[in-house]
Structure formats: structure tokens, C-alpha cells
């Protein structure tokens, strides 16, 4: 097995199996082993996404294409076809969603940043997802400069310098609070995780314990049953002459 097949395979899987069957396929192959031990388990939410990608990838394909649109209009400022992506992006959006029984509260927002992202889009679509992306929301990586689409400098007023300023600025703040929310989405989910593993040990415990009790009120009714025919033969006996 190379290493393209043993993340298909891992990030395919049910996600509570993930980490049993990657120690597996380490110990399985030598070559790969340091590699396969470094992927790192799926959050819920990329999880639904990489069973999204193979169970619908014409949707996710769509979804991917909008992306690609949108990011071309961002770059011209065209305000007409953005109000329109946008618009498809949330039918798109919403179809996905609809897919998924019981689906993350992350997984909307971790599409919307995979698919704006170029690298990420590769990873979604191959239903590789370990985690959102640090940037997307938009089609900007914070890492890099704003680059729209080249113009004229001779004509280009004050005013539309400004404009551009300001789309900028607002580009990047919206960036720092996707990223800023996404990473408060994932300890949440890490804490609700813990909370719902924690239950299912509370409750695992209770069950024990009510077995106990009614083995214990078993033998309880037993001891009296047995207690109330020694006492009725002893009387009987009492009574012989």
C-alpha cells in the first residue's frame, strides 16, 4: 500500500476507527510507517465533509466551481455576479448540509473555507478534510497581499482608491474573525466531545449499579423467602408433641 492509498483509506473509514486503523497500516507497512503516523485524526466536521465528497462529488465539484467564480469576481469587484454566486453558494451550501444526519455545527463553516481555498478545495475534493483551513470564508488568505484585478492608475480617482482600501480592510477583518471563530468552534466541539465521552461513562456506570441493586434486592427477597420457611418449620416443629 502507498502512501495516496492509506489516506483514502484512513480518511474514508467511520472517524472512530481512524486511529486503530492508521497504527494498523503503520505497523503494516515500514516504508510509509513515520508518514502514516503523522496524519492526524479528522474533527467531526471535516469527517462529514470527506463522506460528503464521496457519497455526493458532483455537489462538492459544484460547490468548488463556485469558489473559482467567485474568487474571479472578487478580483474584478464585479458586484453583480458576486450578489448572484452568492446567492447559489447558499442553495449549494444548504444542499450539502441537508445531506448529513446530525451534522456538526462546524460543517457549513468548514465547507465555505475549503471550498474558497485552492489547496483546500484539492483536499475536500479528494475527501482528504483533517481540519478547516486557517483562511477561506472569502477567497483571501490572509497570508498574502490583496491583489485586485489590475487597472488603470491615470484614471482611478481618490474616491475609488478609497474604496479599494476599505474592500480590503474588510476582506481581512472578515478573514481574522472566520479564523478567530473557527478555532473557538473546534474547542468547542473538543469539549462537547469530552462532555458527551464522559456521559457515556456515567451512564455505563449507572447501568452497573442498577445490576448490582437488583442482584442485591434478588438476594434480598431470596434471604426472606428462605428466613420465613425456616421459621414456619420451625414452628411446625414446636407443635409436635
Known amino acids: 500500500m502507498d502512501l495516496g492509498a492509506a489516506v483514502d483509506r484512513l480518511y474514508g473509514l467511520p472517524r472512530e476507527g481512524f486511529t486503530a486503523e492508521r497504527d494498523k497500516i503503520a505497523k503494516a507497512e515500514p516504508k510509509i510507517r513515520d508518514q502514516v503516523r503523522k496524519l492526524r485524526k479528522p474533527t467531526v466536521a471535516a469527517w462529514?465533509?470527506?463522506?460528503?465528497?464521496?457519497?455526493?462529488?458532483?455537489?462538492?465539484?459544484?460547490l468548488v466551481d463556485l469558489g473559482r467564480r467567485l474568487r474571479a469576481a472578487q478580483e474584478t469587484l464585479n458586484g453583480p455576479e458576486l450578489r448572484e454566486l452568492s446567492r447559489r453558494r447558499i442553495e449549494v451550501l444548504d444542499k450539502l448540509v441537508g445531506f448529513v444526519e446530525d451534522a456538526s455545527p462546524g460543517l457549513r463553516d468548514l465547507l465555505e473555507r475549503s471550498y474558497t481555498d485552492p489547496a483546500a478545495s484539492d483536499d475536500l475534493m479528494a475527501g482528504r478534510v483533517v481540519t478547516a483551513p486557517e483562511g477561506g470564508g472569502w477567497g483571501f488568505d490572509p497570508a498574502t497581499p490583496f491583489s485586485p484585478a489590475p487597472r488603470d492608475t491615470a484614471r482611478e480617482t481618490k474616491h475609488d482608491e478609497e474604496r479599494r482600501r476599505a474592500l480590503e480592510e474588510a476582506f481581512r477583518a472578515a478573514?481574522?474573525?472566520?479564523?478567530?471563530?473557527?478555532?473557538?468552534?473546534?474547542?468547542?466541539?473538543?469539549?462537547?466531545?469530552?462532555?458527551?465521552?464522559?456521559?457515556d461513562q456515567l451512564q455505563a456506570a449507572l447501568v452497573d449499579a442498577r445490576a448490582?441493586?437488583?442482584?442485591?434486592?434478588?438476594a434480598v427477597r431470596e434471604a426472606r423467602r428462605e428466613a420465613q420457611?425456616?421459621?414456619?418449620?420451625?414452628?411446625?416443629?414446636?407443635?409436635?408433641p
Open 175 to 199: 478573514e481574522a474573525a472566520d479564523a478567530e471563530a473557527q478555532r473557538a468552534l473546534e474547542a468547542a466541539e473538543d469539549r462537547l466531545r469530552s462532555a458527551a465521552e464522559e456521559v
Open 48 to 62: 462529514q465533509a470527506n463522506q460528503l465528497a464521496r457519497k455526493h462529488p458532483r455537489d462538492v465539484a459544484a
Open 229 to 240: 420457611q425456616r421459621a414456619k418449620e420451625l414452628r411446625a416443629a414446636e407443635r409436635k
Open 212 to 218: 448490582v441493586r437488583e442482584d442485591a434486592e434478588q
